[in-house]
């Protein structure tokens, strides 16, 4: 019923649910004091001995109950308050620093969308367990106890019925908990799936609206609506019978105990205001554990999560010897490198290749020769590579993530544009930049002159930035690149999907570059490639032929082909315009 793990999150905070159980503890012995005092209250009238004096006091003792009872029992809510809050806090930045460790290729092990959930809801569903659960555990305990203690004085028998029903909830509730634990996992699971589907959806609904797929995808997502309603019914209706059932438990052994003291009033053995103290006081022996019961089902929504939790936790850490990189010159040097994503397929396959500081060298093929795959590896996306790849001279997989990102710059076709301003997409690149030094990278990239007229670097863009045409938005990331001023630049269809102006731009600014920088050049276009030092095409996961341009127009293989065929096919187009 308590999980060790998580309760050694709690680390400081356990003072917390301690001092919850304190106060709920207080609260107990003015409840005791109230009815001491109202039973008392009725036996004198009863017996018609009741002074004015005796009223007053009776009466001071209830009122000052009642207040202390209410300070104590604000007492308590701040401290639960306080315990859960501190532990959401402890276990999001868990969460968040191993996603850190897990670096650049945290997708290789699990789902954007489940560490979202967890972070978010899992984590929030821990509340009651900490806040509530965890010091109602030990009060429930406590409580039988000290009524039993105080009651026995009273009349010993009754008050050891009464005990002696109490262990029933705990019964019930380590039964419902066997049923619950593997619907739970289940209901956790169905709901995983639902966002996984859900963002998948969204982000792809302009797409899905195209093909007019879109009312298919809604058909399979209301299935999966429909089986997580279901699997939520299921986890309320066994919530809502357990309480059922724990309720029967605990108002059946107060009226057992009630009876039974009753029986004892009867035969003398206890008096009337130590029986009405016994029958008020009995429901308390089994209110705090039936509310434990009740804790106890959100908790274990809570328990089902952390379940979760600690499986991202406890994901292996990639392993790297925390190398660094220095500054200038860098050298790039693939030997017998193999890669694959899952056993089934090899997507490398002993490629050799060497990228040198200064001058360009491009890596070309057909689509899905495993370009991308090459420049993942190199970003430290895509770990579990074979061979050997060394940037000045050290071994890839032992290089820290944080140098490698210091050290190399990856431009792609799909460069994220941040919500925000011009200028807070610019500073990441550089977070210390100029305002010069902004406008100059603008100015290399041919965005200065677009930019000054819509409000200059305050200008606002929209989430992924749709306000800017395609083009724009790869000069504006073509800019923020130039800031992070690293060694050496990986540039992966950069020139991909936008207009012929932007293209020839980008061109212009990557040869500029290639003049004092470490440069990789991926491109399925190999007019784009004509000017480097060497050309590496890939087939099949191979290096097919390298070599400069000339000397691989000679040879007259694979890649004179591809050219010959894609100059034909843009001279066909161009000539097509002009017709
Ligand atoms: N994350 C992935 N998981 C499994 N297979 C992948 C993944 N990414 C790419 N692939 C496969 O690897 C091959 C090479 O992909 P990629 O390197 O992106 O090709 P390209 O040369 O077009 O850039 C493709 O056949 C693709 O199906
Ligand atoms: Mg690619």
Redesign the pocket.
């Known amino acids: 019923m308590i999980k060790k793990r998580l309760v050694q999150l709690l680390s400081h905070a356990k003072k917390y649910v301690f001092l919850q159980v304190l106060f709920n503890w207080l609260s107990l012995w003015c409840q005791i004091g109230i009815i001491w005092a109202v039973s008392d209250t009725v036996y004198k009238i009863y017996h018609d001995t009741l002074h004015t004096n005796d009223l007053y006091f009776y009466g001071c003792i209830v009122a000052v109950s009642l207040i202390l009872r209410y300070i104590f029992d604000r007492i308590s809510i701040k401290m639960s308050f306080a315990a859960s809050a501190d532990v959401k806090r402890i276990l999001r930045e868990k969460i968040y620093g191993k996603l850190l460790k897990l670096g650049a290729s945290y997708?290789?092990q699990t789902q954007t969308s489940a560490v979202v959930q967890l972070a978010v809801e899992g984590v929030d569903q821990l509340e009651t367990y900490f806040g509530k659960y965890l010091s109602q555990l030990f009060y429930s305990l406590l409580a039988p106890l000290t009524l039993f203690v105080v009651l026995s004085f009273v009349n010993f028998k009754s008050s050891l019925v009464l005990l002696l029903c109490v262990p029933l909830i705990p019964v019930s509730i380590v039964v419902v908990q066997k049923i619950a634990k593997r619907l739970l996992s289940k209901y956790w699971g169905a709901y995983e799936q639902l966002g996984d589907s859900f963002l998948e959806n969204l982000q792809g609904l302009t797409t899905m609206k195209i093909y007019s797929a879109d009312e298919k995808a809604a058909t399979e997502m209301d299935k999966e609506s429909e089986h997580f309603r279901k699997i939520t019914m299921k986890v309320l209706t066994m919530q809502l019978n357990s309480t059922s059932v724990m309720d029967i438990m605990a108002y059946g052994g107060a009226a057992v105990g009630m009876i039974f003291v009753l029986s004892e009033f009867m035969n003398g053995a206890v008096n009337l205001a130590g029986a009405m103290m016994i029958i008020l006081l009995a429901s308390e022996f089994f209110i705090p554990l039936r509310l434990l019961g009740s804790f106890f089902h959100i908790a274990m929504n809570g328990m089902a999560a952390s379940d979760k939790i600690f499986a991202l936790l406890d994901l292996p850490e990639p392993k790297n010897k925390g190398e660094t990189l220095s500054d200038g010159k860098t050298d790039i040097a693939l030997k017998d490198v193999c890669f694959s994503?899952?056993e089934e397929?090899r997507?490398l396959n002993n490629i050799n290749l060497n990228v040198k500081n200064g001058g360009m060298v491009s890596v070309v093929?057909?689509?899905?020769?495993?370009?991308?795959?090459?420049?993942?590896i190199l970003m430290g996306r895509?770990k579990n590579y074979k061979g050997s790849i060394t940037i000045q001279g050290k071994e890839l997989s032992d290089i820290a993530e944080s140098d490698l990102m210091k050290n190399i710059t990856l431009v792609t076709h799909e460069c994220h544009i941040f919500k925000g301003t011009v200028r807070y997409n610019l500073l990441m690149g550089k977070p210390d930049a100029s305002e010069k030094e902004m406008f100059a990278a603008l100015e290399k990239a041919k965005l200065k002159e677009f930019i000054m007229e819509n409000g200059g670097l305050d200008m606002v863009l929209n989430e992924g930035g749709t306000n800017l045409s395609g083009g724009q938005r790869q000069r504006l990331s073509l800019a923020r690149a130039l800031l992070h001023d690293s060694p050496v630049y990986i540039f992966?269809?950069a020139t991909g999907n936008i207009d012929m102006e932007s293209e020839e731009m980008i061109m212009s600014v990557i040869k500029e570059l290639a003049k004092t920088k470490t440069v990789l050049q991926?491109s399925?276009r190999l007019a784009n490639v004509v000017d480097s030092e060497k050309i590496y095409m890939?087939d099949g996961?191979k290096v097919a032929e390298s070599g400069s341009h000339a000397e691989l127009m000679k040879k007259n293989g694979k890649y004179a082909k591809l050219f010959t065929y894609q100059k034909n096919l843009e001279n066909y187009g161009l000539g097509g315009e002009t017709a």
Request: glycine share 20%; no cysteine.
């Open positions: 997708r290789e994503y899952n397929r997507i093929g057909m689509s899905g020769s495993g370009k991308s795959t090459i420049a993942g895509n992966d269809e991926i399925h890939l996961g």
